[in-house]
């Protein structure tokens, strides 16, 4: 039996697998996030420790089982946390959407230069890197900064609460903007400009490495007999991409929970001028010797729950009267025909490739006849417009995508699958396992204590897939008209604002 933990930004689960992938338990704990004025967001570590600990005991204890042979980690990216020489925490994590630390990132391109940095580290400088937040560190806690033994990541914090070292793999060490990809370490000129040393940094293993043992306290609490292997995990993007199969080039995932992330493997380091002027960062994946890109939708499932909130008062009513999901009546509910309504679905700014945080959302095409049903679809294919859009700039950066698989919450809506392969114009898997990140922690567990000869061997045993939606040439054929109106849509609008 094998552990994935996904420790996320608001919340983590605690899955338990068998070794062919199958999900025996599992538990889940929210946390909060503490937000504030010019781009707070930090949280407190030592509650998400907590809520992670509570969850994995509940989930061992809920399968009954004694014996668990490892444990792996899926972590949020780009958080920071002080800790001492104990790995307690002496400070809130900042986490990666915590904007404060701007001004340390504009140091670093005035130090450094925004493509040196990003030909280096494969990151682009911005407040949500790590070391842009550690350097931020000796601004506003200078005392602590100085008291602190290590400045860690989740993947350090957690796992030294297990019973492990204080290691990091080297997909969320290569996160930072502090490692040097083609060399495979951290880099020490980027280091000393954040005032930090390496002895002051999590060591990097290799993802699926073994770095310790469970804690005896932690594992009587669960029930658990004999030892429980650590093992290395990784980002919780490369971890979901693993989960569902991403392991090779031409293959990606795409997640759709409160935003839309498109994730693929890449056999070289990429960071080439299309790859910048997209802002698609080149990292580690989890997978040895590949690279890991992705686009980015700041707005997904939370834009449909602003949409059901604000306009859908009574179909909320509908839904409840027929026992239905919201979503799901919506999606039963819409129109069946492709939409000449467009949608732009910038409410928070674009993502990738254009990253224009100023832009503004927009809805174009609407008549007296508009109606839910019309405006809910075309809230769809906006979202699948963006990713058509990021497969495209993908394509220019020389990285072409063939199969798709899905997962998240938007996984579960077929209309929406079926109009995600009819735009992108290429087939959409279904893993059978909706624990993409979890799923790809365990997998590396199990690779670390040698339950199969590789990754590519765990993969083969743990995911499987339960469906695949097909283009239908009509509606592809619809849609492309409708995708090369949609293009024009940021150009114009950003052109009018700047005007205004």
């Known amino acids: 039996m094998l552990v994935g933990l996904d420790v996320g930004t608001t919340g983590v689960k605690s899955v338990v697998f068998d070794d062919c992938g199958t999900v025996l338990s599992s538990a889940f704990e929210e946390y909060p996030v503490d937000t504030g004025p010019e781009g707070k967001a930090q949280q407190n570590a030592e509650a998400v420790w ?8 509940r989930s061992i204890l809920s399968c009954g089982i004694r014996m668990i042979k490892a444990i792996g980690l899926s972590v949020q990216g780009d958080a920071v946390i002080p800790v001492d020489a104990n790995g ?12 404060r630390s701007a001004k340390a990132a504009d140091e670093f391109s005035g130090m450094f230069g925004e493509k040196y940095l990003f030909r280096k580290t494969g990151m682009r400088p911005h407040a949500m890197n790590t070391i842009t937040k550690i350097r931020y560190f000796k601004t506003i806690e200078p005392e602590i900064f100085g ?7 989740y993947a350090e914090f957690i796992s030294m609460k297990l019973g492990g070292e204080r290691v990091l793999d080297d997909s969320m060490a290569s996160r930072t903007m502090a490692y ?3 060399k495979g370490s951290w880099d020490s000129q980027l280091l000393t400009f954040a005032g930090v040393d390496e002895r002051r940094m999590g060591k990097v293993r290799s993802s699926g490495t073994i770095i310790g043992i469970l804690d005896s306290a932690i594992a009587h609490e669960a029930g658990l007999s004999g030892s429980t292997m650590l093992c290395t995990g990784g980002h919780d993007q490369c971890c979901a991409a693993l989960g569902a199969g991403v392991i090779k080039p031409g293959s990606a995932v795409v997640s759709t929970g409160t935003a839309e992330v498109l994730s693929t493997c890449l056999d070289t380091v990429k960071v080439n001028d299309q790859m910048y002027n997209s802002y698609y960062p080149c990292y580690r994946h989890v997978v040895p010797d590949k690279y890991f890109t992705f686009s980015l939708n700041h707005i997904g499932g939370i834009l449909l729950r602003w949409f059901k909130d604000t306009v859908c008062g009574r179909e909320i009513e509908a839904a409840k009267a027929a026992n239905m999901d919201i979503y799901h009546y919506l999606d039963t509910h819409m129109e069946k025909e492709p939409s000449d309504l467009f949608i732009l679905p910038h409410f928070n700014g674009t993502g990738t490739p254009w990253c224009d945080m100023n832009a503004k959302g927009a809805i174009i095409g609407l008549t007296l006849s508009t109606g839910v049903g019309q405006l809910y679809r075309s809230l769809l294919e906006s979202q699948t417009y963006e990713l058509a859009l990021n497969l495209e700039a993908l394509s220019d950066a020389g990285i072409d995508i063939h199969t798709i698989s899905a997962c998240g919450g938007g996984a579960r809506s077929a209309q929406w699958l079926q109009i995600k392969s009819d735009i992108l114009n290429r087939p959409i898997q279904v893993p059978a396992c909706n624990e993409s990140a979890a799923l790809g922690a365990a997998i590396l567990a199990g690779t670390a204590i040698k339950m199969w000869n590789g ?4 993969v083969d045993c743990m995911v499987g897939f339960k469906k695949t939606y ?3 040439p009509e509606m592809t054929g619809l849609y492309k008209n409708l995708f090369e109106e949609y293009k ?3 150009p114009a609008i950003a052109a009018v604002r700047k005007e205004n």
Request: proline fraction near 5%; charged fraction near 25%.
């Open 455 to 458: 990754v590519d061997e765990g």
């Open 180 to 182: 040097d990809l083609e």
């Open 147 to 153: 008291k602190a033994a290590a400045f860690v990541t």
């Open 470 to 472: 097909h283009p239908e």
């Open 88 to 99: 307690n925490a002496l400070a809130p994590a900042l986490l990666g959407m915590d904007y």
């Open 50 to 57: 907590k809520s992670t600990r509570s969850v994995l005991v």
């Open 488 to 490: 024009k849509l940021y």
